[in-house]
Each structure stands twice: as structure tokens, then as C-alpha cells.
């Protein structure tokens, strides 16, 4: 709500017709699992094991995935026509992610806004059937006719956060944000380069800067 509030104040200083024509959901965040118990702990070490473990899984479910949520009511009310909605995934989430429980789960819970809130809209490459199937829930959201919803999945990204955590990590092979920028920007600019509204582009390091690969 105070993302709404904070939004639809912004726009109506700018005159009551003031719309979107970008959303990005760039927030997010990363911890590992903490350590499962073992036989020797104690009946309270356990429990107090099990309640770090369930923080843990709300923290990421809180940064990772109430951000896209809270972005796609904040779209349903101020997109403008022909609009983009990104929301940062994660390549990781593709796959398993011993370790890391939370984060994956999260992440993979923010792919499924993409491509639910994708196939909703006229720019899916879903079937006739499908798309037939949410004629009511375009009905009500006219911009979903020309809205292209996109989930960006990079690698690691090159930021100073990611750096302090991972002091060991090859940096050459991480992802820079303003190759992320670049290409959203080419995007908004030129809506024919735009994925299939719902698709998930993994986004990785190559010699050119970075390489966007449609994985679904």
C-alpha cells in the first residue's frame, strides 16, 4: 500500500492523466539457509534452529517477492498503453539451489508473476484457447492488450553489496547493471525488440558485455 500511495501521489502532482510507461522491479535481495541442526544439538537448539530457518524463508519471500506483487497492482492501476512491466529474476532459480532454499524459491515464485501476469495480456505467445480464456480479465484492464511483461534473470550482477559478499568471486563473469539498463532501455525505446509478453531472458557476461537469452 505504501508503494501505491507513494506512486499515485507522485503521478497526480503531475496532472490526474499522468501514466506509466515503464515498471521495473529491481528489488531484491540474498542470504543462504542457515545450517540445518544435527543429532548432537540440543531440543532448544533445534527449535531455535527452526525459527531462524523460518525467518530466513520470509526475509527472501519479503525482498524477492512482495516487490513484483506489489509492482503488478501498481501497474494494473497506472500502466500506460503499450507499457512495459520487468520484474529481475534470477538465473540460479532455473535449477536447484541447495543452500540457498529461500532465495530460489523467492526468485522462482517472482518468474511465476512474469509469466502468469504475461499470459494475460495480447503480446503472450500463448494458445488462441488461452488467450480466448482471459478475455475477462482484460475486460477490466485495458492495458493488458499491449502490455509486454518481461522477468530479466541475470547472473551475478557487478554491484558493491554482491562484492562485499562474495570477495572470493569472479568478477570478470558477473553482469553489469548498465548492460541490464541498456537493454530495457532499448526496450522502452523500441517496443518490436521486446520478448514475448511473460518470457523469462537470462542474462550473462560475454565478450561484447552481455548476452540476453530466452530461456522461456
Known amino acids: 500500500t505504501s508503494l501505491l500511495e507513494g506512486l499515485s501521489g507522485i503521478l497526480k502532482s503531475n496532472g490526474d492523466d499522468t501514466k506509466l510507461d515503464v515498471i521495473v522491479c529491481a528489488a531484491g535481495g540474498f542470504q543462504m539457509d542457515p545450517k540445518m ?3 548432537t544439538h540440543t531440543h532448544d537448539e533445534v527449535c531455535d534452529i527452526a525459527h531462524n530457518y523460518s525467518e530466513s ?7 524477492n517477492l512482495h516487490p513484483p506483487l506489489a509492482a503488478n497492482f501498481a501497474a494494473h492501476q497506472h500502466m500506460n498503453a503499450d507499457g512495459l512491466f520487468v520484474i529481475i529474476g534470477a538465473t540460479a532459480a532455473l535449477n536447484a539451489t541447495p543452500g540457498m532454499m529461500g532465495y530460489g524459491i523467492s526468485k522462482l ?10 499470459e494475460t495480456t495480447l503480446k503472450s505467445n500463448v494458445t488462441k484457447a488461452k488467450r480466448k480464456a482471459m478475455q475477462p480479465v482484460r475486460k477490466h484492464a485495458p492495458y493488458l492488450d499491449t502490455l509486454s511483461v518481461v522477468g530479466v534473470l541475470p547472473t551475478t550482477i ?20 548498465d548492460d541490464i ?4 532501455g532499448n526496450w522502452t525505446k523500441t ?4 520478448p514475448h509478453s511473460g518470457a ?17
Request: aromatic share 8%; glycine share 4%; hydrophobic share 40%.
Open 181 to 184: 539498463a541498456k537493454e530495457i
Open 158 to 177: 557487478d554491484t558493491p553489496a554482491n562484492r562485499k559478499s562474495m570477495p572470493d568471486g569472479n568478477f570478470d563473469t558477473w553482469v553489469q547493471p
Open 109 to 118: 515464485a517472482a518468474h511465476h508473476v512474469v509469466y502468469t501476469v504475461g
Open 57 to 63: 524463508i520470509e526475509q527472501m519471500l519479503q525482498v
Open 191 to 194: 517496443p518490436s525488440l521486446r
Open 37 to 39: 541442526p544435527y543429532p
Open 200 to 216: 523469462l531472458v537470462k542474462v550473462v557476461r560475454d565478450k561484447t558485455g552481455a548476452a540476453f537469452r530466452l530461456v522461456r
